[in-house]
């Protein structure tokens, strides 16, 4: 199965250190999407990415983090200075973008982090 | 800013029967409107789409009804079974090229055998 990867699968931290997570989507999608959620709520849309190239940004994501996709393959999200209230699943998503519609979001199974 | 309004939040229906989630939007630029199974630990997978341009979709034991005048849609899953006890979400993407989802707040689906 080459659906979309995540890791690690769960993350233990404590509240002010940093935390990187990594996401391999689907080979062929070339774009690329971060959504969080929480306990009991849908995913809520942080950022996506356009091959290399990261388009929009959610007001969701504050300046403590950070998102790439270098190559415009694998793609990292990193939270400097972890807050409790960061404790969440990170879900990423891929699909392929053409000139006439998308393709459907194809999730991975998430990054959950705890903040401590 | 809520965009897209689901319920109810939580679902018993015993096996065989009809189960029936609904949810609102309030964007008319919104022009797909999929949905989402999640099970505990996994991630979302798509279930069914529709765009607003059909009134309905059937896939199985899966139907989309969709209302554009009244800017809702549900699902009716058939014929419940134990193994479709997971938390659904409804969905609604704007239009342009973006491709961004927004989700509703998930239904939790119990099925009693």
């Known amino acids: 199965d080459t659906g979309v990867s995540q890791d690690p699968r769960h993350k233990i931290t404590k509240r002010g250190q940093n935390v990187t997570f990594r996401c391999d989507p689907i080979s062929e999608h070339n774009r690329l999407y971060w959504y969080r959620q929480t306990l009991g709520q849908g995913p809520e849309f942080l950022t996506y990415f356009q091959n290399e190239a990261q388009l929009e940004k959610s007001r969701l994501l504050s300046d403590r983090f950070s998102a790439e996709r270098p190559k415009g393959s694998f793609s990292t999200l990193e939270i400097q200075r972890t807050e409790q209230g960061d404790s969440a699943m990170y879900l990423c998503?891929?699909?392929?973008?053409?000139?006439?519609?998308?393709?459907?979001?194809?999730f991975g199974n998430g990054t959950r982090l705890t903040v401590t | 800013q809520q965009q897209v309004k689901q319920s109810p939040q939580s679902l018993i229906v015993q096996k065989g029967g009809i189960s029936i989630i609904n949810c609102a939007y309030e964007?008319?630029?919104?022009?797909?409107f999929p949905w989402y199974q999640q099970f505990p630990g996994k991630g979302p997978a798509l279930l069914i789409a529709?765009?607003?341009?059909?009134s309905e979709k059937k896939e199985g034991r899966f139907t989309i009804s969709f209302n554009k005048s009244a800017k809702q849609f549900s699902l009716h899953i058939m014929d419940s079974q134990p193994g479709d006890s997971a938390t659904y979400f409804c969905?609604?993407?704007?239009?342009?090229?973006?491709?961004?989802?927004?989700f509703g707040q998930g239904t939790t689906l119990q099925v009693k055998p």
């Open positions: 998503a891929s699909s392929l973008s053409r000139k006439f519609g998308n393709s459907p979001l194809h």
């Open positions: 964007n008319t630029a919104f022009d797909y």
């Open positions: 529709i765009r607003p341009d059909v």
């Open positions: 969905a609604a993407r704007a239009s342009g090229n973006t491709g961004k989802l927004i």
